[in-house]
């Protein structure tokens, strides 16, 4: 996604994927960035919304995830 991202820097859903890896990986500093790149490229993008909340649930910052969570109807997909 590098690639794609390098010669498509206003690619939101490449920023999207490279997030999503980042996170399966348990980079989620890395993640966040790649995330919040593809939201910034594209607001309403709800699957980075989601991937991003669970990169911020992951690193334990609840306050930031739940309104990310609300904002896409994504509250069923919680499991403690």
């Given at each position: 996604?590098?690639q794609?991202?390098?010669?498509?820097?206003?690619?939101?859903?490449?920023?999207?994927?490279?997030?999503?890896?980042?996170?399966?990986?348990?980079?989620?500093?890395?993640?966040?960035?790649?995330?919040?790149?593809?939201?910034?490229?594209?607001?309403?993008?709800?699957?980075?919304?989601?991937?991003?909340?669970?990169?911020?649930?992951?690193?334990?910052?609840?306050?930031?995830?739940?309104?990310?969570?609300r904002?896409?109807?994504?509250?069923?997909?919680?499991?403690?």
């Open positions: 996604y590098g794609a991202i390098s010669h498509q820097p206003n690619y939101a859903l490449a920023y999207k994927n490279l997030g999503s890896i980042l996170t399966r990986t348990h980079c989620y500093d890395e993640a966040e960035v790649a995330l919040k790149s593809a939201l910034a490229l594209d607001n309403s993008f709800a699957e980075a919304k989601d991937v991003l909340a669970e990169v911020l649930i992951n690193s334990e910052r609840y306050d930031e995830a739940f309104p990310l969570m904002s896409i109807g994504a509250w069923g997909k919680l499991q403690f």
